[in-house]
C-alpha cells in the first residue's frame, strides 16, 4: 500500500467557483445534445428535408442568465443534424436569445420542445415568449429561417411519437 | 460543507437531473421507456452518493468490470466508477470528456489507450477528482493494467489491486476470493473503517434479487419480437458498475415490467422487428440515440452486447463468509469484459455463437475499439466462427466508444445501414 501524501488542494472558494462553472458549462453542452437527441429521434423527416435549402446556415442560441463566459449554442441547419458547437457563430443566420432566469431555462425548453407546430401551437408560443421579450430573436427580418428552426424543435405533434 | 471532491460527478449528475426532466416531460408514453428508467435510477443513485460525499465519507474510485457491491456493501463510502464518468458524460454532453482525453494526451499517456480511462486520468490532472482510494483487478486488459499506476504515480492516491488468475477455473476462484479479502482489508486500513458484513450481506440480497430480474430479462430477450430496446445494452454497461444494492434491483424490476407488458401484448417498441442483431463486444457510448435509431429506422433489436452479457449465479448468502467471497469471484471472473478478454479468446467465441445461435441473431456487429488492442486479433477468427456454426455475417467497425472524433455518429450509421443491406433476411 502507498501512503496517502496528496498534493496540496486549490483553496476552498476557487473550488467552489470552479465546480459552479464548470456545472454551467456542462448543463449548456447537456442542452445542446438533448436537443439534437430530440431533433435526431423525434423531428418529422419533411420537416427536415425542408432545411435542405438553408444547409450550412447557422442559428445560435444564447442563454445569458448562464452567467458564463461563452453562453451559446451554434446550430448548423441540415438535413442531417448533427450535435450544435458550444461557441459563438461567425455569421449567424439568426440569433435567439433566452431571456430567462437561470432556473426557468429548462422549464422553458420542456414547454418549447413538448409544444406543436400548427397555428395555434405557434401562436401560444409567440404570446408567452415573443412578445414578452422572454426570447427574442434578431434580425427580425429573418422570421423564415426562425420558423424553420424552431419547425424542427417543436415535436409535440410529431408523428413519429405517436406511432 | 461540500468540499467539492468530485466535480466531474456533481456535472454528470445535473446532466443526468436535466435530462431525466427534459426527456421525460416532452417524450410521451411507452417512447424510450428503458432511457427513462435509466435515467431516473441513476440520478436517485447520484443523488445519494453526492450527499454521501458532502458527508465526508470516503471517495472510492473502482474499475467498472468488478462487483464492487463487496466494498459498497462492506464498508461506508462514495463510490465513483471510472470507466462510467467518462462515458456518461461522452453520451450526455456535446463535448463529451474530450477535453479531458486531451488533457490525458498532452500530459503524454498514450493516445491510443482505452478513453474509458484516459477520461478520469485527464479530470485527476485537472485537480477535479480527490480519490481517497481506488480499487482494481488486473483485468480485463492491457489498458487496466498500464492506466491504473497513474493515480499513486501523479498524487499517491493509494491503489488496491486484486490480482486476477489467467485461467477460469475452481482453483482461480479459490485465489482471487482470497485476494477480494486482502483487497477488504487494505480499504478498511485506508479509510479507517471496520468491515460490517452484516451490511454486506443485506447489499447482496439485492444483488442477488436484480441477478434473478437479470435472468429473465435474458429470457425475455428469447421473444420475436425482442420486448426491449436497443438501448438497454449500453444503459448495463453504464448502469451494472454504478448502481449497487437497491438501485440495480429497481432499476432491472423496473426493465423486466416494461418487457412483461410488451411481451403480453406481443408488440416491439418500434415497429416490425425486421433484423436481430448481436454486438459480440461494445455498444457505441458516445451515440445515446444511435440504438433508437436502429431500431425506429431499420427494425434492428440490439439483444445483446459484451456488457449485457450477464449471466450469473446468485450468491449463497446462507453460509460463511468464505463461501460469500468465492461466490463474489466466481462472478468476478465471469464479469463481462474480464469474462471474454481477460484470458483465452474461446470463451469470446463461444459466447457470441451461443447469443447468435440461441437468440436467432440474423448478424453481428464487433466495434473495434481502439483502446481494446487485444479484441482486434480475434475479429477475422470470430467472423469465421459466426459464418460457419451460426450462417451469419459480422460486420466490424473501427471507432473509439466514447469519443466520437475517431469516427463519428453519422459515419457509423452509414456503415451499419450498407451492412444491413446486404443481409438476407428470409426468416
Not at chain 2, 427513462?36 to 470516503?58: D, Q
Not at chain 2, 503524454?108 to 484516459?118: F, I, V
Not at chain 2, 428469447?222 to 432499476?251: N, Q, T, W, Y
Not at chain 2, 460463511?320 to 469474462?339: F, S
Request: aromatic content about 10%.
Amino acid at each position: 500500500m502507498i501512503n496517502s501524501t496528496k498534493t496540496p488542494n486549490i483553496n476552498q472558494i476557487d473550488r467552489e467557483e470552479l465546480a459552479n462553472r464548470l456545472i454551467k458549462e456542462a448543463t449548456l453542452q447537456n442542452f445542446g445534445r438533448l436537443l439534437q437527441i430530440l431533433i435526431n429521434t423525434f423531428t418529422e423527416k419533411k420537416y427536415l428535408q425542408k432545411l435542405e435549402k438553408r444547409e450550412g446556415q447557422e442559428v445560435q442560441i444564447n442563454f445569458p442568465a448562464l452567467n458564463i463566459k461563452i453562453n451559446c449554442l451554434t446550430f448548423v441547419l441540415s438535413k442531417t443534424p448533427s450535435d450544435p458547437y458550444v461557441r459563438p457563430s461567425h455569421n449567424p443566420r439568426v440569433e435567439i436569445t433566452f431571456n430567462t432566469r437561470e432556473d426557468n431555462i429548462v422549464e422553458s425548453l420542456i414547454d418549447i420542445v413538448s409544444s406543436k407546430y400548427t397555428f395555434f401551437g405557434v401562436i401560444r408560443l409567440l404570446f408567452k415568449y415573443f412578445l414578452t421579450g422572454k426570447i427574442k430573436y434578431k434580425p427580425l427580418k429573418r422570421l423564415g429561417t426562425t420558423l424553420a428552426t424552431l419547425r424542427c424543435f417543436l415535436i409535440g405533434n410529431s408523428k413519429i411519437l405517436k406511432e | 460543507m461540500n468540499e467539492h471532491k468530485i466535480i466531474p460527478y456533481e456535472i454528470l449528475y445535473e446532466a443526468v437531473k436535466n435530462s431525466e426532466k427534459i426527456i421525460c416531460s416532452t417524450i410521451p408514453g411507452d417512447n424510450m421507456a428503458i432511457l427513462k428508467s435509466f435515467i431516473k435510477v441513476m440520478r436517485l443513485t447520484m443523488e445519494k452518493n453526492i450527499k454521501k460525499a458532502e458527508e465526508g465519507l470516503p471517495i472510492i474510485g473502482h474499475h467498472f468490470s468488478f462487483p464492487f457491491e463487496l466494498f459498497f456493501g462492506t464498508y461506508e463510502i462514495t463510490g465513483v466508477c471510472v470507466e462510467v464518468i467518462s462515458y456518461l458524460l461522452a453520451a450526455l454532453l456535446t463535448l463529451g470528456s474530450e477535453p479531458y482525453y486531451d488533457i490525458a494526451d498532452n500530459y503524454g499517456h498514450p493516445y491510443h489507450t482505452c478513453t474509458s480511462q484516459k477520461g478520469v486520468i485527464g479530470m485527476t490532472l485537472d485537480n477535479l477528482f480527490e480519490f481517497d482510494a481506488i480499487i482494481t483487478p488486473t483485468a480485463p486488459c492491457d489498458n487496466t493494467i498500464a492506466s491504473y499506476p497513474f493515480f499513486p504515480y501523479y498524487n499517491n492516491t493509494p491503489l488496491i489491486i486484486g490480482d486476477m488468475p489467467i485461467y477460469h477455473d475452481q482453483r482461480s476462484i479459490n485465489y482471487f476470493a482470497r485476494e477480494m479479502e486482502s483487497m477488504v482489508i487494505e480499504l478498511g486500513k485506508i479509510i479507517d473503517q471496520e468491515p460490517d458484513y452484516e451490511k454486506l450481506r443485506r447489499t447482496l440480497e439485492y444483488h442477488n434479487k436484480a441477478l434473478e430480474y437479470q435472468a429473465e430479462i435474458n429470457e425475455l430477450k428469447k421473444a420475436i419480437p425482442c420486448p426491449f430496446e436497443s438501448v438497454l445494452c449500453p444503459a448495463l454497461a453504464r448502469s451494472v458498475p454504478i448502481l449497487h444494492g437497491d438501485m440495480i434491483e429497481l432499476f432491472l424490476k423496473e426493465v423486466l415490467e416494461i418487457g412483461k407488458k410488451r411481451y403480453r401484448s406481443g408488440k416491439r417498441p418500434y415497429g416490425e422487428e425486421k433484423i436481430r442483431c448481436v454486438w459480440p463486444y461494445m455498444s457505441v457510448l458516445f451515440d445515446i440515440v444511435l440504438c433508437e435509431w436502429m431500431d425506429r429506422e431499420l427494425g434492428m433489436s440490439v439483444l445483446f452486447d459484451m456488457f449485457s452479457n450477464s449471466f450469473f449465479d446468485p450468491i449463497d448468502l446462507s453460509g460463511d463468509l468464505e463461501g460469500i467471497y468465492k461466490g463474489l469471484a466466481k462472478q468476478a471472473l465471469n464479469y463481462p469484459m474480464t469474462r471474454q478478454s481477460q484470458g483465452m479468446a474461446d470463451k469470446m467465441i463461444e459466447d457470441s455463437v451461443f447469443l447468435c445461435k440461441e437468440y436467432q441473431a440474423d448478424c453481428a456487429i464487433f466495434t473495434s475499439h481502439i483502446g481494446c488492442k487485444q479484441s482486434v486479433s480475434l475479429i477475422q477468427i470470430l467472423r469465421e466462427a459466426l459464418r460457419e456454426e451460426v450462417g451469419i455475417p459480422m460486420l466490424s467497425i473501427d471507432l473509439d466508444v466514447g469519443d466520437k472524433r475517431f469516427m463519428s455518429a453519422q459515419t457509423i450509421r452509414k456503415e451499419i445501414a450498407n451492412f444491413v443491406k446486404t443481409l438476407n433476411l428470409d426468416r
